[in-house]
């Protein structure tokens, strides 16, 4: 498995591989964390659940695997978000436009229209909006990048270049793909 996985700030599931050659059991060493199955036979896939942190800073906490010969304890490191959109109303694209620099944006489903090098242009069909993603922006819901026609929703920071409004991507929640 990953030796350290980063979760968002918000209550959700992720997908997490056990690699064994054999009987394992598998448990959690904070009350936040729950995994589901507990326990297998050989690699499988188990669901990592997390709560949402409403503390003021990022928190760890451990999936101790143990069992099979090659595996004789095994931590997985989660690392949780801070949840720094907690009270931050979901606006549509159009209405993110609207927003203050320096503020915080929580943006309702959208569709990916463009994506370039740094980051990539949402729609929420009337208005469009350039998201730009960091080295610690989350893509949640969906391995590798975002394509044309995925549908998701995001948080981040607003930002201006010059008179243009744009979002500096803290985590994309992928619901779908579709056509544009």
Same mark, same amino acid.
């Given at each position: ?12 599931t992720k997908t997490v591989t056990i ?35 409403? +503390?003021? @800073?990022?928190?760890? %906490?451990?999936?101790?695997? $143990?069992?099979?010969?090659t595996i004789p304890q095994t931590e /997985? #490191? ?64 969906? +391995?590798? @990048?975002?394509?044309? %026609?995925?549908?998701?929703? $995001? ?8 008179? /243009? #409004? ?15």
């Open positions: 498995a990953e030796s350290e996985i980063l979760v968002p700030g918000i209550a959700s690699y064994a050659d054999g009987k394992w059991e598998a448990d959690v060493t904070d009350e936040w964390l729950s995994i589901e199955p507990r326990n297998g036979n050989g690699t499988m896939d188990i669901t990592l659940s997390v709560a949402q942190n409403t +503390d003021l @800073s990022e928190r760890e %906490g451990k999936i101790v695997v $143990l069992g099979a010969s /997985i #490191t989660v690392k949780q978000r801070v949840d720094r959109f907690a009270g931050v109303s979901e606006v549509s694209v159009t209405k993110a436009l609207e927003l203050a620099a320096d503020g915080l944006a929580k943006i309702s489903e959208c569709q990916v229209m463009a994506v370039t090098d740094n980051g990539f242009v949402v729609s929420d069909g009337s208005s469009n909006i350039f998201v730009e993603k960091t080295s610690t922006s989350l893509v949640i819901g969906k +391995d590798g @990048s975002l394509a044309v %026609g995925d549908k998701l929703s $995001l948080t981040g920071d607003v930002e201006a270049f010059n008179s /243009i #409004t744009a979002i500096k991507l803290y985590d994309a929640f992928y619901s779908s793909a579709s056509e544009v």
